[in-house]
Structures are given as C-alpha cells and as structure tokens.
C-alpha cells in the first residue's frame, strides 16, 4: 500500500486482520469497523454458503468480509473505474474463486437481472450519501425476481435519510452510529 492510502481492516474469517488498499476518492468512505462487526453479528448464520451481492462496492469492505466468514459467492459492482481497479487488485492478492467484480452502474446490473444469480440470500446496498441511490435501488429491489422471501438486505445510508420503506419492506435491525443509519430489511410477501 502506498503511503497515506486508505485502507480497512477484514475483522473475522480466514482472512482476519488483512489489510486491503481503498482508491482515494471523494465520497467513497468504506464501512467503520464498528458498522461492519454489528452488520456481520445480525448476519453470522446467514452468511456461510450465502451467495451475496455488494452494489455500490466502493472499497470492497462489505464484500471481502462476506467472503473472509464463508460466503459461496459474492459479486461486488462498481462504476467508478478507479474504485474498481483497487477492488481487482485487492482480490488478486487474495486469489480466491468466491470473489467476482463487475464494473458497472449497480441501477443498470439491477434492471438486467439475467446477468446475476437466480436467488440471492444477501444484499449489499451502501450506495454514495446524497444522491437519493438508497430509494432508486430499493424500488427495484422490491420487485426483483432474484431477491426472495428470505433474501436479506442491507442498507447503509446517511442518518437524515428519509427512506421509502413502506408498504414493501420489513425492518428486522436497524441502528444509528455516528452520521450513519443502518437497516437489516426483508421484502414483505
């Protein structure tokens, strides 16, 4: 890693304590440590096996931590190419076959669905605060043919948020941590 890079830190799994390299670019800002050990304690059982998709991957964090605690699969989308760049960097140095990156708009992958999995079982969505990607993903989500009775979405956005939740999505966690909400959502049948 260059000296002054960003970097996270994997907190559990086969890679615990590894260091990945993060693109200096404006508004990417991986997920805290402290975000990231909560999300994956409402997740422990659901992970292992799970096939995951990381839209707005950004740095990777949430993707290379599914994978680290024994995701299946996990698909990492993202647009910037810089971003992406250090994502394929970071999973070369890992060589694993769980890890897979697409280097496009999340929106424009969620509308094209036969370019992923039939069902997923977790869902990724912390897209760039401010640009109302929250609310435009979930509108597709909520009637996506991939997405199932228990698939599992998590959504990271910033705290004054005002979120189109209802009548579409259930709350199963939801917490506040410093200028960040974060919300553990179903799709209701």
């Known amino acids: 890693m260059k000296k002054g890079q960003g970097q996270f830190r994997v907190i559990a799994g086969q890679w615990r304590s590894r260091k990945f390299a993060v693109a200096d670019r404006e508004g ?12 994956f304690n409402w997740l422990q ?9 990381d839209l707005f991957a950004g740095s990777g964090s949430l ?7 024994g995701a299946r699969q996990v698909i990492l989308i993202e647009k910037d190419k810089h971003a992406a760049l250090q994502i394929s960097e970071n999973m070369s140095r890992l060589g694993s076959d769980s890890l897979s990156l697409i280097e496009a708009d999340a929106l424009q992958i969620l509308a094209q669905p036969q370019r992923l999995p ?22 597709i989500l ?16 910033e705290q004054q948020a005002t979120l189109e939740l209802a009548p579409h999505w259930d709350i199963l966690r939801e917490k506040k941590h410093g200028a960040v909400r974060f919300l553990l959502l179903q799709r209701k049948t």
């Open 28 to 39: 990417l800002r991986p997920t805290t440590d402290r975000v990231r050990e909560t999300l």
């Open 45 to 53: 059982f659901d992970i292992p096996d799970a096939t995951v998709l």
């Open 63 to 69: 993707g290379f931590e599914a994978a680290s605690r």
């Open 118 to 139: 039939s069902a997923i079982d977790v869902i990724f969505v912390d897209p760039p605060f401010h640009q109302g990607l929250a609310d435009q993903a979930l509108k």
């Open 142 to 157: 909520q009637s996506a043919s991939f997405v199932t009775e228990q698939s599992l979405v998590y959504l990271e956005v």
